[in-house]
Every structure is written in C-alpha cells, then in structure tokens.
C-alpha cells in the first residue's frame, strides 16, 4: 500500500488532508483516484489507514483505522555529520534515516569545502529533509528525523541535550603523523557490552579531508571518545552509516525480528 506523511495538524474528526506535496505525488506521480486507500504516518509513530475522498490541489480522505507501528530502534542516534560537498548530504541523510537515526546535525568544519549564505543553508537543509521524508516513508519507518541547518562546529560541540554515549570518528586512529597527542581508541574497544533501552549516542563525522587535529582536541575538551574503525580510511558519505549500522546491530535493532 502506498506510504505518505501528514503532519499531525492535518487530521482531525476521521479525516486527512494532505499537504500539496503529497497531494502532487498522489495525484500527478501515482496517479491514485478517489476511493483508493493509502497509509499516512504522522511522524510521531502512528499510522492512518485512509480512503481518498477527493484527489487535487490538497487531497483529502477518510480514516478507516489507525495504530502505532513499532520501527523506531530502542537507541536514540544522533549523527553530526560535516557537510561534503556534491550531493554526499543527500545520501548520508537517506542511509542513517533508513538506519534508524532520530536527528541529523550537519556541521560546518575547517575543512568544510562548501561555503553558502545562511539562508542557502536553510534552502540546502528543507532539501535534506525532504530526502529524509521520502527515506522515513520508503523503509517503513512512521517517524521522519529532523535535518537541522548546518552549524559552527563550535556549536555542534556544545549542543545542550546529554548524551550517554559520544563518539568523534577520525583516521588519526591508523596512527599516522596526523594523530599528535590524541588518544584514539578502536570503536570496538570504546563500546560497552551493553547499552539500556533509550541510550542517547551521538556521533560525529568529519567532512572529505577530516577533522583536524585540533577539532578533534576540542571534541576530546567536551567529553567525545575518539574513535578509529580500523587500518582503512573510509570516506565521509561511508563511515557515518557503517557505524551507525554496527551501533543498530550491536544494541538497537538491525537483524532483530523486533
């Protein structure tokens, strides 16, 4: 059946009515018609079975049911992710939205190649979220993560929120002349045999040429644990999704029949 997102302002008294978007998707893209019945998730975990009433400029329908899927992993990831260039954000934000992150942060490091006004960053970040809108409604998921605007690393370092669990991924960890004085450790040996339900980690990726050394001192300042993921460098648009998958397949639920 045909998956699409609503915001929850949009339902009320046993109908829906999409956004125009949706609305052109349904219409103009699948060309569905009155009487065809699609799921529409809300974003907070819950999901609508409707009966298209009228199909146009904002579709409307009926709800036939609803109940509360259960896709969200028990961890709660947040990916900081430096910005690379091209269009490496769009897939980034595609993978870690089908791997179950609950927020992306992008960040903008010394060796971000991209530099943009704010309010391009603004335009470039309603376009990331629209790649994890259609990511949420492909896998299955009911909850969309939000995609923020890029910010200062500075900032990203002192995001407010606790977190149980902070890694800095960096390929000073192979042990070249790049390390200094960073203690770097292998991902392996900086997680837990265990993690509770609810474990809020967050993990921060650095852009095309890495962070430098002395982000990654800062990151250290504010309680990161430096990670390595071995003798290989991986790229920027890999290491975060890899790692976030060994995060899932370790202590969320990748591979569970949850």
């Known amino acids: 059946m045909r998956r699409f997102t609503i915001a929850p302002e949009r339902l009320g008294d046993g109908r829906v009515v999409f956004d125009r978007d949706e609305s052109h998707h349904l219409a103009r893209v699948l060309r569905l018609r009155p009487g065809d019945t699609v799921i529409a998730a809300d974003g907070a975990g819950r999901e609508y079975t409707v009966r298209l009433e009228t199909v146009g400029e904002e579709a409307t329908g009926s709800v036939l049911g609803v109940r509360s899927r259960e896709t969200e992993s028990p961890l709660r990831i947040t990916l900081v992710q430096s910005v690379p260039k091209g269009d490496k954000m769009e897939a980034i934000v595609r993978a870690a939205t089908e791997l179950g992150v609950v927020r992306v942060v992008p ?10 006004e704010p309010s391009r960053w603004r335009d470039r970040a309603r376009r990331w979220q ?4 259609e990511a949420a409604k492909q896998c299955g998921r009911a909850v969309v993560p939000p995609v923020e605007v890029p910010r200062p690393y500075a900032d990203v370092l002192a995001l407010g929120e606790p ?7 960096w390929e000073g960890a192979i042990g070249d002349e790049r390390s200094g004085s960073v203690p770097v450790a292998t991902l392996a040996a900086s997680l837990p045999a265990a993690l509770p339900s609810g474990t809020h980690i967050r993990l921060l990726v650095g852009p095309e040429g890495g ?14 644990t430096i990670v390595g993921m071995g003798p290989r460098i991986l790229r920027t648009e ?9 995060l899932q397949s370790r202590f969320g639920d990748l591979g569970t029949d949850r």
């Open 107 to 116: 960040a903008l490091t010394a060796r971000t190649i991209v530099t943009l």
């Open 130 to 133: 629209r790649v994890a809108k």
């Open 163 to 169: 977190a149980d669990l902070q890694l800095c991924l």
């Open 211 to 224: 962070l430098s050394t002395e982000e990654v001192e800062r990151a250290r300042a504010h309680r990161w």
């Open 238 to 246: 890999t290491a975060g999704p890899a790692v976030i998958a060994v």
